[in-house]
């Protein structure tokens, strides 16, 4: 297993994201999950335990499972939908260190609509140039490994994120701050799109090659600003809510 200091520092800044999903209006109720595969050629989870607030989250409160669904650390248990996506989706993409599913207000709209896409009309949209992928059927609740497996499959491809038709998303990162960094800025361009839309004017779209030169400028520094993102938010909890490095 990794070493106890870095399991640590992972179970520290997962604890972050779900009290940063608070802030930003990210979470639903007590559901949605996020989770980090721990490196290893073990199969080894850490995910948060059916039943907590997001806001009350802690380093602590994480459980770590494995490939089985067995709680090896924490009290709790690991929701079936949280267990079955997340797992089935490390293994369509064992290069995603985290996953975050939520449902999101203005994501996951777009999900609700005839032929629901990400446009790209907004400077913030061109994050995602080339890296999203959308599953149009939906198919109830993923209680099983086959229906895990199933959404799971629209990453198989690298893409990065997709779109749940009636669900919501999925973010794939290969650090923990990479995967917030693109949730925060997922809902945001699904915002401005969302608000744009409502005035009835026809949405301008960006010409493909002017996207295309865009997302490769935001790929140069797609790690820089996600790691100076994600501390800037955690010297803000440690200030504001530093039980969360329980």
């Given at each position: 297993m990794l070493e106890i200091s870095k399991t640590a520092e992972l179970r520290r800044q997962l604890a972050a994201t779900f009290r940063l999903a608070v802030r930003f209006g990210l979470h639903e109720g007590v559901?949605?999950?996020?989770?980090?595969?721990?490196?290893?050629?073990?199969?080894?989870?850490?995910?948060?335990?059916?039943?907590?607030?997001?806001?009350?989250?802690?380093?602590?409160?994480?459980?770590l499972v494995d490939g089985g669904g067995v709680v090896l650390e924490g009290d709790g248990v690991a929701e079936a939908t949280a267990f079955f996506i997340h797992t089935e989706g490390h293994k369509a993409r064992p290069d995603a260190l985290c996953i975050m599913h939520t449902h999101m207000p203005y994501a996951t709209a777009l999900t609700c609509v005839e032929g629901g896409r990400l446009r790209f009309v907004h400077q913030n949209s061109l994050r995602f140039w080339g890296r999203l992928a959308y599953d149009d059927d939906y198919n109830g609740l993923a209680m099983d490994?086959?229906?895990g497996s199933r959404i799971s499959a629209g990453a198989a491809g690298g893409e990065d994120i997709v779109f749940l038709a009636h669900h919501g998303v999925v973010v794939h990162g290969r650090t923990i701050?990479?995967?917030?960094?693109?949730?925060?800025?997922?809902?945001?361009?699904?915002?401005?799109?969302?608000?744009a839309a409502s005035t009835g004017a026809p949405l301008r779209?960006?010409?493909?090659?002017?996207?295309?030169?865009?997302?490769?400028?935001?790929?140069?520094v797609f790690e820089l600003e996600a790691n100076?993102?994600?501390?800037?938010?955690?010297?803000?909890?440690?200030?504001e809510a530093p039980d969360y490095r329980d």
């Open positions: 559901c949605n999950h996020f989770s980090v595969r721990i490196p290893g050629d073990e199969e080894l989870y850490l995910i948060n335990p059916m039943g907590l607030h997001w806001s009350e989250i802690r380093a602590s409160n994480l459980l490994a086959e229906e701050a990479q995967a917030f960094n693109d949730l925060y800025y997922l809902e945001r361009a699904a915002q401005v799109q969302v608000l779209e960006i010409s493909p090659n002017v996207a295309a030169a865009t997302a490769a400028q935001f790929a140069s100076y993102h994600f501390d800037a938010l955690e010297r803000i909890l440690s200030v």
